[in-house]
C-alpha cells in the first residue's frame, strides 16, 4: 500500500491562498490516479479535484472550479492542490487519495474506487 502525507493546510484569512501537496512513497506513483477529498464537521467526504497518472486530464467538482488547481509531478512523487480566493465555507480537513488501479488515463471520480488515503491537513479560512 503506497503512503501518503499532506502538508500545507493551515488558518487563513478569506481571500487568500494556499497549496496543498501530497508526496506519496514507492516507484509507482506514475501509474496512480490521485484525488484530494475534503471532510467538514458534519458532513460526508466529498471529491474536490481529480487528476489523471499523466496528468493531462482533471477533474473538479463544480463548486471549485476555477478556484482550485490539481497538479502532479511525477518525478517528485508528489500531487498538489492549489487553491485561491478562499471562502470561510471551504473549511474543512483535506485528504489526498491515490487510485492504484486506474484502466485508462482518466481522472478517478468514484471514491470508493480510491484504496489508499493520507492522515488530512487541516484548512480554515476565517472570514
Known amino acids: 500500500q503506497v503512503q501518503l502525507v499532506e502538508s500545507g493546510g493551515g488558518l487563513v484569512q478569506a481571500g487568500s491562498s494556499l497549496r496543498l501537496s501530497c508526496a506519496a512513497s514507492g516507484r509507482t506513483f506514475g501509474n496512480f490516479a490521485m484525488g484530494w477529498f475534503r471532510q467538514a464537521p458534519g458532513n460526508e467526504r466529498e471529491l474536490v479535484a481529480a487528476?489523471?497518472?499523466?496528468?493531462?486530464?482533471?477533474y473538479y467538482t463544480n463548486s471549485l472550479k476555477g478556484r482550485f488547481t490539481i497538479s502532479r509531478d511525477n518525478a517528485k512523487n508528489t500531487v498538489y492542490l492549489q487553491m485561491n480566493s478562499l471562502k470561510p465555507e471551504v473549511t474543512a480537513v483535506y485528504f489526498c487519495?491515490?487510485?492504484?488501479?486506474?484502466?485508462?488515463?482518466?481522472?478517478?471520480?468514484?471514491?470508493?474506487?480510491?484504496?489508499?488515503w493520507g492522515k488530512g491537513t487541516q484548512v480554515t479560512v476565517s472570514s
Open positions: 487519495a491515490a487510485d492504484r488501479g486506474p484502466l485508462c488515463d482518466l481522472p478517478t471520480i468514484f471514491g470508493s474506487a480510491y484504496d489508499s
Open positions: 487528476i489523471s497518472w499523466s496528468g493531462g486530464n482533471t
